[in-house]
């Protein structure tokens, strides 16, 4: 099963001037724990629900804190024909809880998540019980 039939579309964007407290409350609002930094209409980093209790466990003051000091920018992205195997092994080795969905020019498809690969897991053990 390829991770395009299973990645959310509808993706969180902020700016990298955003403040950290809008990128959380927009987070809380929407139900997710990740928002696609966007600069020059490409991703180019994400900013999770981590990156703001790390911020706040620092001290740091969220209406101040800027995305820009806390995403993080060495993407990993995948493609819409990865394989979901494959997307979790990413994701277990590299202790990420969202992949960055791209097309062939680098620009935004959606995110595939946790919560994704769940629904997916579900999906095939549907299918074979």
């Given at each position: 099963?390829?991770?395009?039939?299973l990645l959310t579309r509808a993706v969180l964007t902020v700016k990298e001037g955003d403040s950290l407290r809008d990128a959380a409350?927009?987070?809380?609002?929407?139900?997710?724990?990740?928002?696609?930094?966007?600069?020059?209409g490409k991703p180019i980093g994400i900013v999770t629900d981590r990156d703001t209790l790390r911020v706040?466990?620092?001290?740091?003051?969220?209406?101040?804190?800027?995305v820009r000091d806390c995403l993080t920018r060495r993407l990993t992205t995948a493609s819409e024909s990865m394989e979901v195997v494959e997307a979790a092994r990413v994701m277990?080795?590299?202790?990420f809880r969202h992949l960055v969905v791209v097309d062939d020019d680098g620009g935004l498809v959606g995110v595939f998540s946790m919560r994704d690969l769940v629904v997916g897991l579900m999906q095939e053990m549907s299918a074979t019980a």
């Open positions: 099963m390829e991770i395009g039939s409350r927009w987070m809380v609002e929407r139900g997710v724990g990740s928002a696609v930094v966007i600069g020059d706040i466990a620092q001290g740091g003051d969220p209406k101040a804190v800027k277990r080795e590299k202790n």
